[in-house]
RNA sequence: GGCGGUAUCGUCUAGGGGACUAGGACACAGCCCUCUCAAGGCUGGAACACGGGUUCGAAUCCCGUUACCGCUACCA
C-alpha cells in the first residue's frame, strides 16, 4: 500500500472477451482507471483474445459498451492480445536461446498419464525436467523429424518475492513453481507469457488485477527476469462475492453489468457503489460524484478483503444519486427509457420539457431505479387510467361515500383557481364542512387521478396532471363508483 | 494434498497498542414529520473467528488452529 515508483504509471485492463463484461471485472477496470486518473497516468485497454474456441467479438463489443457505460474511458488504441502472436513467438524462442527454457517433446497424453500414476500412487504430480533431456543427438533428430515440442521455463533455484501495493511482500519459494510451458507445442503462448510480453510491449509499470492472480504473479515475475526487464508494480485487488459468499455468479444474480443499466441503475450509481467495495476513502463519505472519487482515491484505500456485493445497498445508492444528479443530465439519461415504455414521443417530450422536468424533480426522491420512476411516471401521460387492485380496494371501500366525496371535490374545483395553494385551502375547508379528515378526502382523490395509492403530494399532481385531466379523472371516479347517491 | 491470500455488526466499512462501554452506511424495527409513498430526522438491536503469546495495556503486533477464496493445465 504504497505509492507507485512512477510519476504517471501506465495501467491497463485486460480481460477476455468470453461473455460480459463481468461487476467484477467493471470493479477492476474502474481502480485502473481511478489510479490513472488521478495519477496523471495513461489508463490502456487490452482484449485477451488469444483463446480463439470461447472468444467472440459480441463479447469484446460488450466490454466496450460496458465501459463506456460507466463512463471509463482509454487511452491509446486498444490491443488484442491474439495480434501479438509473433512477438509471443520471439519472446519464448529469447527464453529458449537464452538458457532460460527448454524444449520439451513430452506430448499431452504422456503427461496425461504420468499425472494419472502419480495420483494413482497419492502422491503430487511435478514435472520432472529430466524428462526433456535429451542427447544432442536425439534432439537433432527430432528436430529435424519435425516432432512437435513445448518451449518449457526453466524455474530457477531460489525465492521470488514483490512488494505488493495491496498487500505487502508476498513471496514464493521457487521449489514450488513447476518449470511451466510458456509456448505450446502448436506455437501459441500460454497466459502468463502472453501477458508478460504484452505488458513489456505496452510499457506497463503498474498492474492492477484480482487477488486471483497472485499466484501467477512469480511465474511472471521470473518471465520479467529472464527476460530482462523491469518489473512492474504489482496491485492485487480483492474479488467480488455474491451475498451466500460464493463466487459471484449468474444463478444468483446478475453478474453483468448491462444487466444493472436494464434494471435502471445509473452509471454514477455503479461506478460510486462498486469504488466502495474493496476500496475506502477512509472517513464516512459514501456518495460521491465523479469528481469527488478521483479526488478521494489512493491506493491506500485499497483493501485485502473480498467484499459481498449487496444489491440492496446499490439500490440505496442509486436512489441517492437520482435525486443529486443535475437534472437535465438525468432527463437525458431517462429519455430512452420513457420512449421504449411508450409513454411520449421523443417530440412530445421536447414540447412539454418544462412539464416533464418538474414531474422529474417529484418523483425522483420517491424512485429508486430508472425503471422505477417510469412506471410511477406512467399516470402523468397515459389517456386511460389503470387503476390499482389493492389502491381501490383500500381506499374507495364505501363507494356511495367515496362517490359523494369525490363529488364535491370537483364541484369545489370547478370554481377554484389551478393553483396548488389555492386548491389545499379549498379542499382543507371541504374536508372540515363534510366532518371528514384530510386523508379520507385525499386517498380517494390520489386513486381518482392516478390509480395508485402512492404519488407525489396531491396538489402537485393536480397542477401536473392539469384541470381537464383531473377533472375528468375525478368524474370518471365518481361514474365508476356508481355515481352520487 | 502442496503453496499463496484473507478474517470487525446479516452486508459495505472506520480502526493501524491506550481516544473503543468498537464509529458510520445499507438492511431491519420503532418513533417524528405527514394527504399517501418516498426523502429527511431521531432511537434501537447487531461484530473484533478461535487459542496461545508479546506488552503495564491488543480489534490493532507475533505464532498456531479453523473457515473461506485462489493457484497447482499444452485454460485465461
Known sequence: MTTPNTPAPRLRFAPSPTGYLHVGGARTALFNWLWARKTGGTFLLRIEDTDKARSTDESTRAIFEGLTWLGLDWDEEVVFQGANLERHRRDADRLLASGYAYRDFTTAEELDRLRKDAEARGETFTFDRRLAELHPDELERRLERGDPYTIRFRVPEGTTEWHDLVHGRIAFPNKDIDDFIVLRSDRTPIYNHAVVSDDIAMGITLVMRG??????????????????????????????????????????????????????????????????????????????????????????????????????????????????????????????????????????????????????????????????????????????????????????????ATAGHLDSVATTLETTEWDATAMETALRTLAEARGIGTGKLFQPLRVALTGMAESPGIFDVLVLLGRDTSLGRIRAAVNRLGGVP
Open 211 to 400: 487477488d486471483d492472480h497472485i499466484s501467477n504473479t512469480p511465474k511472471q515475475i521470473l518471465l520479467y527476469e529472464a527476460l530482462g526487464e523491469p518489473i512492474p508494480d504489482f496491485a492485487h485487488i480483492p474479488m467480488i462475492h455474491g451475498m451466500d459468499g460464493k463466487k459471484l455468479s449468474k444463478r444468483r444474480g446478475a453478474v453483468a453489468v448491462g444487466d444493472y443499466q436494464h434494471m435502471g441503475i445509473l452509471p454514477s450509481a455503479m461506478r460510486n457503489f462498486l469504488a466502495l467495495l474493496g476500496w475506502s476513502p477512509g472517513d464516512d463519505v459514501e456518495v460521491m460524484s465523479q469528481a469527488e472519487m478521483i479526488t478521494r482515491f489512493s491506493g491506500e484505500g485499497l483493501l485485502k478483503k473480498a467484499a459481498v456485493f449487496d444489491l440492496k445497498k446499490l439500490e440505496w445508492m442509486n436512489g441517492q444519486h437520482m435525486m443529486l444528479t443535475p437534472i437535465a443530465e438525468l432527463e437525458a439519461y431517462l429519455r430512452p427509457f420513457v420512449l421504449q415504455a411508450g409513454l411520449a414521443t421523443e417530440a412530445q417530450l421536447t414540447e412539454r420539457h418544462s412539464w416533464w422536468l418538474q414531474l422529474l424533480e417529484l418523483l425522483r426522491v420517491r424512485a429508486r431505479t430508472v425503471t422505477d420512476l417510469v412506471r410511477q411516471a406512467q399516470p402523468y401521460f397515459a389517456d386511460a387510467l389503470t387503476y390499482d387492485e389493492a389502491a381501490v380496494a383500500k381506499h374507495w371501500k364505501d363507494a356511495p
